[in-house]
């Protein structure tokens, strides 16, 4: 569990971090028009990084800080829902959905089993 932890922390601090300093990046990659307000995307950035911290802080003791993992499992659940509903109104392309991939869907299993550890734990 805890290395899980660990290796989302890393990966959601630096993948905040490229987006925080390299805002066009997913744009140019994804093949869609930069944005005007590169400000809200690095935001999103922000956002991810600050799960990573979450998920480092989780890993110290993933029982106790579950809370922070079933936050993190319902964005993970949620964010492809968001590229759904976006690339059916034409605003995402398919290759954007490459994000859902390894920021979402690869963590989900996981996370999952780390909740039901720690709700059997609990229990």
């Not at 290796?7 to 930069?34: C, D, E, Q, R």
Request: aromatic content about 22%; some cysteine.
């Amino acid at each position: 569990m805890k290395i899980v932890l660990w290796l989302a922390a890393i990966y959601n601090i630096s993948w905040g971090a490229v987006t925080i300093f390299f805002p066009s990046f997913f744009f140019s990659f994804s093949g869609m028009p930069y944005t005007n307000y590169p400000e809200i995307w690095q935001c999103v950035g922000m956002i991810v990084g600050v799960y990573g911290v979450g998920y480092a802080i989780a890993a110290s003791d993933p029982y106790r800080h579950w809370p922070i993992i079933f936050v993190g499992l319902l964005g993970k659940i949620l964010g492809p829902f968001g590229f759904i509903a976006a690339y059916y109104a034409s605003r995402f392309t398919l290759k954007a959905g490459m994000l859902n991939v390894t920021n979402d869907l690869i963590w989900c299993i996981p996370f999952t089993i780390i909740l039901l550890k720690a709700y059997k734990f609990y229990k």
